[in-house]
Nanobody
Framework: QVQLVESGGGSVQAGGSLRLSCAAS????????VGWFRQAPGKEREGVAV???????RYADSVKGRFTISQDNAKKTVYLEMNSLKPEDTGMYYC??????????????????WGQGTQVTVSL
């Protein structure tokens, strides 16, 4: 079992920045792919970034060039640095982990472990 705890959400104006953290309960966290997802009211949860065990990162087109996913193994934490935030980035952000992630990483289906989420609100 892996417990995940997100933090770092908040309210910012458009153009601002936030850094989200996903802290894991295990030092074997490096053996898991980790994804960041967001869910806006009335919409499906969708992947925005993923970090695989080989260090490969992938991003949704909507956040490329603005968001960066990274990992600090010593701290058992994965981060999502979000810059140039837009109102459409508003939503609940979740991290997920899986030792063998779904082929379609953007989908929330099939990921083994989830955190409780942290709210991000971007206003004009």
């Amino acid at each position: 079992q892996v417990q995940l705890v997100e933090s770092g959400g908040g309210s910012v104006q458009a153009g601002g920045s936030l850094r989200l953290s996903c802290a894991a309960s295990t030092y074997t966290f490096r053996r898991y792919s980790v994804g960041w997802f967001r869910q806006a009211p009335g919409k499906e949860r969708e992947g925005v970034a993923v970090l695989d065990t080989d260090g490969t990162t992938r991003y949704a087109d909507s956040v490329k060039g603005r968001f960066t996913i990274s990992q600090d193994n010593a701290k058992k934490t994965v981060y999502l640095e979000m810059n140039s935030l837009k109102p459409e980035d508003t939503g609940m952000y979740y991290c997920a982990a899986d030792s063998f992630r779904p082929r379609d990483w953007v989908s929330a289906v099939g990921w083994d472990y989830w955190g409780q989420g942290t709210q991000v609100t971007v206003s004009l």
